[in-house]
């Protein structure tokens, strides 16, 4: 399962941006998918999750202002993050849960990171 990422970069704070990471691969179904986070000199934390069923969760720190979308069809998952503040800065990951035909269950796979400074 290969999963990329894209549209981070540079926003100014109270900014806006939209990442979107598809999954492609021999996937049988995806449960979860979503993206963490990861700043530098911190562990990585979780932003936000989507369930096949449209089920969200959100980091605290986040919510309010992000939102998590899912096409299902085409594998692919949307952040979408406003009012963006310099602590949002960070290298964000997305990730999936996936079934796959070759192993028993889902195991999690992760894209590449894309980075979002949120500077003036």
């Known amino acids: 399962v290969q999963l990329q990422a894209s549209g981070g970069g540079l926003v100014q704070p109270g900014g806006s941006l939209r990442l979107s990471c598809a999954a492609s691969?021999?996937?049988?179904?995806?449960?979860?998918m979503g993206w963490y986070r990861q700043a530098p000199g911190k562990q990585r934390e979780l932003v936000a999750t989507?369930?096949?069923?449209?089920?969200?969760n959100y980091a605290d720190s986040v919510k309010g202002r992000a939102t998590i979308s899912r096409d299902g069809a085409k594998n692919t998952v949307v952040l979408q993050m406003n009012s963006l503040k310099p602590e949002d800065t960070a290298v964000y990951y997305c990730?999936?849960?996936?079934?796959?035909?070759?192993?028993?269950?889902?195991?999690?796979?992760w894209g590449q990171g894309t980075l979002v400074t949120v500077s003036s």
């Open positions: 990730y999936c849960n996936a079934v796959v035909p070759t192993l028993i269950g889902g195991r999690v796979y």
């Open positions: 989507i369930t096949s069923g449209g089920i969200t």
């Open positions: 691969g021999n996937i049988v179904s995806i449960n979860f």
